[in-house]
């Protein structure tokens, strides 16, 4: 049998393809909603029309962002009992614990707030109005809590037992899946990422805004809080992953040691920023290299020694039985050089758009009057800036919105890729966790109807958002500066206003 075709492979691009699809919308989720709470937080301390308009702009990508999140990641769970039936059997009681947690405490938690956000701008006042959306905030940050923990469990699986008169695993210790190293480490550095995210989305529109001489109160607010935290935020994911680069040197060292290609085991082993070659046959070239860093990196140490592929296949080997349990080598080298340089780029662009629009920058006479006709190179004074420099900073902004999406792809892939041959690291191998009673048919079909659904829905996405970001800041009206002092209204005949 073709290998492309077995069942394991195509039940893994299906779930792959899911999987990398939802997490586009994640990480923007949760940090959209904790930014556009805090603009509206700004509105209700200083009355301020720009904070306003800032909010209901931004809300709007949100809302559209959280709909189409929804949607996509119901098709998750469904998969675990089309294609994956024997993993949801053996270790459904663990895994299907948090996923629980999460659609009965969080999601509806997240869903009634956001209902009342949503539908309560005329009908509830400004502070209550506001703890609603900074519910929904918490509500998505606890969201991710718990399917992390699943993943984490997945990873390192810890309080649990294996029933074999049952044939199956069983929880034992719930507060341990919840609060394990892994768990923790691993929620740190996805919310670090997912904020890094949002901030690059908002430094990206705002950038368009900007350059186009529009809406420029607005977008310099925008523009501001944008830079200040994909800067804080990049630095968090920097020493998020540089930690739970430690925690995955000590359960799962294959992944470390295929994330360089290391082949055989070295003292001070150093970390190839590029290489070329063959690095599935441990032949490549290296263009530029680190020496040590890898060693930093597992172990904290540049000199501690760091076991090769080959080192750790014979152990695993003698552990679980004969077998290959090395994953795809280039797919793990090149998505962990991926995930940290698109998502580092933005940071560099961060740091730099930081600089430019310091304060000094942001008191040309135009800027102050408020008008809508000021070149947009005047947000750069600084008279040593070339302004074909300051063009290009503007397309580089504009760009850096997709870069830690990017970047969130192909960490997850090096996160799923990474660990294989196993489903639930040292417990299940995932040729064991498919579905034993699903055709290769059956598989193609589905698989193809969900991407060509997927490729539908991100048209319809990106034209919903295209159409919404060049609309820019709406106008506000009478009811929009006089929010109601009382639940239910100041008008109780007044029918309710929808704002969006």
């Known amino acids: 049998m ?50 306003l308009r800032a909010t209901k702009f931004w809300g709007k990508l949100f809302l559209i962002n959280i709909a189409m999140g929804v949607v996509t990641g119901i098709v998750q769970e469904f998969q675990f009992g089309m294609n994956w039936s024997d993993y949801s059997r053996f270790v459904g009681d663990i895994f299907g614990a948090p996923l629980a947690f999460e659609a009965l405490i969080a999601f509806f938690f997240e869903s009634t707030f956001i209902g009342l956000w949503i539908f309560g701008w005329d009908k509830l006042p400004k502070k209550i109005h506001l703890a609603c959306i900074w519910m929904v905030s918490i509500g998505t940050i606890a969201s991710a809590y718990f399917i992390l923990a699943a993943n984490s469990w997945m990873q390192h699986p810890v309080g649990y037992k294996i029933n074999a008169q ?43 805004h900007l350059a186009r001489k529009r809406h420029i109160a607005e977008m310099k607010t925008s523009l501001r809080l944008g830079l200040i935290t994909v800067v804080i935020a990049g630095m968090l994911t920097a020493l998020s992953g540089d930690t739970l680069g430690k925690v995955m040197f000590k359960q799962q060292p294959m992944k470390m040691a295929a994330a360089e290609a290391l082949w055989d085991g070295e003292d001070s ?32 140490d540049f000199s501690s020694h760091v076991p090769g592929i080959n080192d750790i296949n014979k152990a695993e080997q003698a552990r679980f039985g004969p077998g290959d349990y090395r994953p795809m080598i280039p797919t ?42 000021v070149p947009h190179l005047a947000l750069f004074k600084n008279k040593a800036l070339n302004p074909k420099l300051a063009r290009v900073y503007w ?15 192909w960490g997850w892939i090096f996160t799923e890729m990474g660990r294989q041959p196993w489903a639930v690291y040292g417990v299940l191998q995932t040729r064991h966790a498919v579905s034993p009673g699903v055709s290769q048919g059956e598989v193609i079909t589905s698989m193809s109807i969900f991407t060509a659904l997927y490729a539908i829905l991100a048209v319809i996405e990106v034209k919903l958002l295209v159409k919404y970001i060049k609309a820019g800041p709406p106008e506000l009206t009478e009811d929009d500066l006089n929010p109601p002092t009382r639940i239910g209204g100041d008008d109780a005949d007044r029918p309710m206003a929808f704002s969006y």
């Open 2 to 51: 073709d290998l492309a075709l077995a069942p394991e492979t195509l039940a893994r691009w299906q779930f792959g393809i899911t999987t990398v699809y939802h997490f586009l919308f994640v990480p923007l989720t949760i940090s959209l909603a904790a930014l556009t709470a805090g603009l509206q937080t700004a509105w209700v301390r200083t009355n301020k029309e720009k904070y």
């Open 269 to 300: 082993a150093p970390f190839s920023v590029f290489a070329y070659g063959d690095v599935e046959k441990g032949r490549n070239t290296v263009a530029i290299e680190i020496p040590g860093l890898l060693s930093f990196l597992a172990d904290n």
């Open 166 to 208: 049952r044939g199956r695993a069983e929880l034992t210790d719930f507060w341990l899946v919840l609060t394990q190293n892994t768990t923790l480490n691993q929620v740190f550095h996805t919310l670090s990422a997912a904020f890094l995210t949002g901030g690059a989305f908002m430094v990206g529109i705002a950038a368009y």
């Open 395 to 409: 397309l580089l902004a504009l760009w850096t919105l997709a870069f830690p999406l990017i970047a969130n792809s």
């Open 332 to 373: 793990t080298y090149w998505s962990f050089r991926w995930m940290i340089g698109f998502g580092m780029s933005s940071f560099l662009l961060g740091l730099v758009g930081l600089w430019l629009t310091r304060k000094k920058f942001w008191l040309a006479p135009a800027l102050r009057t408020g008008e809508d006709e």
